[in-house]
T-cell receptor, first 114, second 112 residues
Framework: GAGVSQSPSNKVTEKGKDVELRCDPISGHTALYWYRQRLGQGLEFLIY????????KSGLPSDRFSAERTGESVSTLTIQRTQQEDSAVYLCASSTTTSTDTQYFGPGTRLTVL | EDQVTQSPEALRLQEGESSSLNCSYTVSGLRGLFWYRQDPGKGPEFLFTLYSAGEEKEKERLKATLTKKESFLHITAPKPEDSATYLCAVGILTGGGNKLTFGTGTQLKVEL
């Protein structure tokens, strides 16, 4: 079946602009995670969604970052007033339940802030 | 603080030359130790999950083992197509979810 998809695959923007990144999880997966991968660093957890529960936003680095998810479908990650340090690959993952189930990753969106 | 350290950072092997990658961790409330493979420009691809010390899992030329402090990914008789970055992550329960904390990876290059 189809895996996790993300769009766009690449995004180049100017400092100060807002960007929106999209994630389509695997159908039937209730949990969705966003991670950030900066060059030479490990993936960092950003935010977690589970159904209609309040999201876990503990990993968001600043209030310029926000994310939404409607039910168990698409999620969008929004970065306002982008800065050069926001340049990274943003990865989305989904899993079937919440506790120990494997997370399956999408191909990521490479964001470059000039 | 939860930490995951992978070594070596980079590894060059000749085809057929077996070796091991290390992942050491300190975490409270481990909810699984995960191994992923990541090719350039792609998202991580799931390999294994280990849940308790002593557990082992195998897939083709790869074997993952787990102790209370570390995990090893053993690669037996590697081939050039095994070249990739191998990522280790620990799962930490977060309000019902399973937040992953990743190491920085081991970049493996297998040469003919």
């Amino acid at each position: 079946g189809a895996g996790v998809s993300q769009s766009p695959s690449n995004k180049v923007t100017e400092k100060g602009k807002d960007v929106e990144l999209r994630c389509d999880p695997i159908s039937g997966h209730t949990a969705l995670y966003w991670y950030r991968q900066r060059l030479g660093q490990g993936l960092e957890f950003l935010i977690y969604f589970q159904g209609n529960s309040a999201p876990d936003k503990s990993g968001l680095p600043s209030d310029r970052f926000s994310a939404e998810r409607t039910g168990e479908s698409v999620s969008t990650l929004t970065i306002q007033r982008t800065q050069q340090e926001d340049s990274a690959v943003y990865l989305c993952a989904s899993s079937t339940t919440t506790s120990t189930d494997t997370q399956y990753f999408g191909p990521g969106t490479r964001l470059t802030v000039l | 603080e939860d930490q995951v350290t992978q070594s070596p950072e980079a590894l060059r092997l000749q085809e057929g030359e077996s070796s091991s990658l290390n992942c050491s961790y300190t975490v409270s409330g481990l909810r699984g130790l995960f191994w992923y493979r990541q090719d350039p420009g792609k998202g991580p691809e799931f390999l294994f999950t280990l849940y308790s010390a002593g557990e082992e899992k195998e897939k083709e030329r790869l074997k993952a083992t787990l102790t209370k402090k570390e995990s090893f990914l053993h690669i037996t008789a590697p081939k050039p197509e095994d070249s990739a970055t191998y990522l280790c992550a620990v799962g930490i329960l977060t309000g019902g979810g399973n937040k992953l904390t990743f190491g920085t990876g081991t970049q493996l290059k297998v040469e003919l």
